[in-house]
């Protein structure tokens, strides 16, 4: 640079000032100097959109915000677009028309991001800018640059793991301080760890989209959330979460993105019990915990903050830093994640431990008549459970039996269960729970 030659900043346009949005524009405004220093340009924030625009927001100019988020990225003069808004729409349309103007995105939008990967990098590449969305799996944890980045030059076979915050707090409150579910939600929402619409933590869609994103850079494949098998944590009772304790487990809900030895991939997301001895099941409050293990680098563990607005903002911040060094340098990283075509196996295909508890009658040979339908199935038992109830209950099913099996395919657990379910001498309400790390 010359003397007297002065740098033009690089412009930045905020969309969205809730939770993550809030904290990113403080440290685009606090840090200025620092980030200055580490791009080498200054970062200018030239505007924020919001929804409302009589809502107070300290830290942020009133003069930047706007409700015309159209408008916004429209200027034509954006070197980076940091999309915060969540949701598909009109985040999507946002994002791509920004690209369109020539501006780099950073987005933490996993709904987004997993409906159409695909068409978001190819918009990206062909308009040469840079797409990054570190803050979009498993919040301030490092996982999406080790996986496009460090590990690309091995060859992934399973990533597994903890990916979203709010549920493992509500399992944690319940497990450890007996909270209610609804009140463990109320404080993950107050903590700002929720989505917008909670339904997608507690139905398991959000964990979906992180695990088809992960699966989708693990294999090199596109995968969207519609594509991952998911089960959220509504349905786990307190008997779930008893039952877990007595056998040595803690209930929580994991992602599991693996190879098949025909080269398909199986994706699916469920609670499970997990042994006390696996570090799964340690992991506490909204943290996350992701393993990856690979054909060179072996078993990999990443764990940190999954969920809040700082965290989220940590993540949000490296991506926009490198963003705008990119842009600094007039480069962008250009990737094509996805240049194989890996099928999803359907989750009948797919194999697991699993845990399942039933009442039955309380007559002698039971017990071999119920290891019967299992051994019909080729289903092999690893533990058997059995405890008296009480003899007065009136629905004749006193005795309860909690059997875990060794692996197992899905669709042949499947035939036991419809089997059992059938029976005369098994009660109404047969539990199953995948098991893992036992
Ligand atoms: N909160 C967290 O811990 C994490 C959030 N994320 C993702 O970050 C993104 C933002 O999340 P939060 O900040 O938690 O959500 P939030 O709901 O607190 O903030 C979103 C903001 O965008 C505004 N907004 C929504 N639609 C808009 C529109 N059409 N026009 C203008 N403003 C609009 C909302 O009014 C709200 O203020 C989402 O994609 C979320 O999935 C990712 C990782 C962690
Ligand atoms: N709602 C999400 C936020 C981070 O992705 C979660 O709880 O994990
Ligand atoms: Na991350």
Do not use: W
Request: hydrophobic share 45%; aromatic share 4%.
């Amino acid at each position: 640079m010359g003397r007297g030659t002065v740098t033009k900043p690089l412009k930045v346009a905020l969309l969205g000032a809730g939770v993550v949005g809030s904290q990113v524009a403080r440290i685009i405004v606090d840090q200025g100097g620092t980030l200055e220093s580490r791009i080498g340009r200054r970062l200018e924030l030239v505007g924020v959109g919001v929804r409302n625009l009589d809502v107070p927001r300290p830290g942020i100019d009133p003069e930047l915000l706007t409700d015309d988020l159209d408008g916004l990225v429209s200027r034509g003069d954006l070197d980076v677009v940091i999309e915060l808004i969540g949701g598909i729409e009109p985040a999507r349309g946002l994002v791509l028309k920004a690209i369109g103007h020539g501006a780099s995105i950073v987005t933490a939008n996993k709904a987004m991001l997993a409906d159409d990967l695909g068409a978001l990098s190819a918009a990206a590449r062909d308009n040469g800018v840079d797409l990054y969305y570190e803050a979009a799996v498993a919040g301030a944890i490092p996982i999406i640059r080790p996986l496009r980045e460090s590990l690309v030059g091995d060859e992934i076979t399973e990533v597994m793991g903890i990916v979203n915050g709010t549920t493992n707090f509500i399992l944690d409150k319940m497990v450890t301080d007996g909270v209610s579910f609804a009140d463990a939600l109320a404080e993950a929402q107050e903590l700002g760890y929720a989505e917008a619409d909670p339904t997608a933590d507690v139905e398991g869609h959000d964990a979906a989209a992180k695990a088809a994103i992960l699966a989708g850079l693990a294999f090199h494949t596109e995968v969207r959330g519609s594509e991952v098998f998911s089960e959220g944590i509504t349905e786990v009772t307190p008997g779930d979460i008893a039952a877990a304790e007595q056998m040595g487990c803690t209930i929580k809900l994991v992602a599991i993105a693996k190879l098949t030895d025909d080269d398909r991939i199986i994706v699916k997301v469920h609670p499970a019990m997990v042994a006390n001895k696996h570090p799964l099941a340690s992991v506490s409050g909204a943290y996350n915990a992701i393993f990856v293990n690979s054909r060179e680098a072996g078993e990999l563990m990443f764990l940190g903050a999954g969920a809040g607005g700082n965290p989220t903002a940590s993540a949000v911040m490296g991506d926009v830093v490198t963003v705008a060094r990119n842009r600094a340098r007039g480069t962008a990283g250009h990737f094509s994640p996805a240049y194989t075509r890996r099928q999803v196996a359907p989750i009948g295909e797919s194999s697991a431990q699993f845990y399942v508890s039933f009442d039955v009658v309380d007559r002698p040979g039971i017990l071999a008549k119920c290891a019967a339908v299992f051994g019909k199935h080729n289903v092999s038992l690893r533990v058997v459970q059995q405890s008296y109830l009480d003899d007065t209950r009136a629905d004749g099913f006193p005795a309860r039996l909690g059997i875990m099996t060794h692996q197992t395919l899905e669709s042949q657990l499947a035939q036991v269960i419809d089997e059992l379910e059938d029976a005369d001498f098994v009660g109404s309400g047969v539990r199953v729970m995948r098991v893992e790390g036992f």
